[in-house]
């Protein structure tokens, strides 16, 4: 599925990476390019590598082989000074939201504006912090900490957090992880929204295939480290990979169901003295 793709095909692009732990190949050749201003969701089994790929993105993690361009220009060769300014230009949304558990919501917002001295005159904190909580439904909350808030409400805060310093890019790491349908819907419409509004272009890694249809412009689709699918949502529920039918409506495969049904009775088991 991977194409010849160029530097300059997306805002973000990704070509011939290959990614190893050890003797694990978990990208192998994956090229895709991300196009700015639209939502990409990637979608596959556990493991397969969705989570690395992003991570290459913001260059967490570096390519065993393969380059990773942002604006036409490649970033995974760059030392991490170089780096900080790119990644003030991303947001990055965890899956666990990774809020600091010490500091108020107001000094989870501006921790990265004062880190990365983004604002010179620090009386327009408490505007910049109003505008984001207010863009999340969550304005209000500034003087809350971590442990006082569900789970949803970290997820807002920490996609307040993610969109600070005004970023052209939003990695989503599982947002919908551990929320119930109505909060992951919450997430959902605040993808859209900031989409819609700031323009951004989101990038979004999730097994919620209820999240995947509704936020997606796009879904690209991960197996066994290469990209086997990418199209729209309608492509994908139509696709006739088996593989790719098993994942989108949640069936085991005939294979793993045949070893699952195998009865302690057709086990011999020999005594044991």
Known sequence: ????????????????????????????????????????????????????????????LRPNDGQVYFNG???????????????????FLFQGGALFDSLT????????????????????????????????????????????????????IALARAISLNPEVILYDEPTTGLDPIRSDVINELILKLQRELGVTSIVVTHD?????????????????RIIVDGNAEHIKKHPFPVVQQFIRGQISETDLKALRVSIDDIKISDID
Not at 9 to 20: A, Q
Not at 112 to 125: F, S
Request: aromatic share 6%; hydrophobic share 35%.
């Open 73 to 91: 220009k490649r970033i995974d060769d760059q030392p991490e000074k170089k780096l900080e300014k790119v990644r003030t230009r991303m947001g």
């Open 105 to 156: 919501v107001y000094e989870n917002i501006v921790f990265p504006i004062k880190q990365h001295h983004r604002v010179k005159n620090y009386e327009r904190l408490d505007e910049i912090v109003e505008t984001k909580l207010t863009m999340v439904g969550m304005n209000g909350f500034q003087d809350y900490y971590p442990a006082k808030l569900s789970g949803g409400q970290k997820k807002r």
């Open 209 to 225: 295939m209820t999240s995947a249809y509704k936020i997606s412009d796009r879904i690209i689709m991960l197996h066994n480290g």
């Open 1 to 60: 599925m991977e194409k010849d793709i160029q530097p300059s095909d997306g805002i973000i692009v990704i070509k011939n990476l290959t990614k190893k732990f050890g003797d694990n190949l978990v990208l192998d050749d994956v090229s895709v390019a991300f196009e700015k201003g639209k939502t990409t969701v990637v979608i596959g089994p556990s493991g397969c590598g969705k989570t690395v790929l992003i991570k290459h993105i913001i260059a967490l």
